[in-house]
């Protein structure tokens, strides 16, 4: 009997020091890449209508600028604070554009693009809430140079800034872009 309990005991033990259940890791990074430029060099022509959009978004992108450096406040759309949704709202009512005010309802308005498509003055919208179910953060695209897209938000943590859309936390959280231009 002492000899089965002996046995036993040292099964348990080599069982216990063996592999345990392996962990897996996901990775919640999502890699977002944008095609390069052509190697065409020649210049080419741009439609007028084209060529007032890119004014307009360029316009937009300068209002949206001067609030580089704000504070965040929660509803705010003044220097003395702003939301991200409020950086955009005034930007683009400053430039003679009605949009909603809240970046689920500013998810709406548009047409759904591509990121290979994304071009200055579009609009980049994320979910940041691990909870939350709705889009509830949103930036506007200032420049575009090959993979590396830049837009324009404000954060609770940093205020108003441009970020990197190739950064982790944001391309982690981007869920889509929308073209109201």
């Not at 309990?5 to 259940?21: H, N, R, S, V, Y």
């Not at 800034?161 to 982690?172: D, M």
Request: aromatic letters at 8%; a positive charge.
């Amino acid at each position: 009997m002492l000899r089965k309990t002996i046995i036993l005991l040292l099964l348990f033990t080599l069982a216990a020091c063996g592999p345990g259940k392996k962990r897996r890791t996901y990775s919640k990074t999502r890699t977002v890449t944008v095609e390069g430029s052509t190697t065409d060099t020649s210049p080419k022509r741009k439609p007028k209508k084209e060529g007032r959009k890119n004014a307009k978004a360029n316009e937009i992108i300068s209002t949206a600028l001067t609030f580089s450096g704000t504070r965040y406040k929660y509803g705010g759309t003044t220097k003395k604070g702003m939301d991200c949704s409020g950086l955009v709202y005034v930007s683009l009512k400053e430039n003679d554009i009605m949009f909603p005010r809240t970046s689920y309802q500013m998810a709406l308005e548009g047409e759904k693009i591509r990121v290979t498509h994304i071009e200055k003055g579009d609009l980049l919208f994320f979910k940041t809430s691990k909870t939350g179910r709705r889009i509830n953060h949103v930036g506007l695209v200032v420049d575009v140079d090959g993979n590396d897209i830049k837009f324009i938000h404000a954060t609770t943590s940093r205020g108003v800034l441009v970020s990197s859309l190739r950064e982790g936390y944001w391309n982690s959280a981007f869920v889509k872009a929308m073209r109201i231009l």
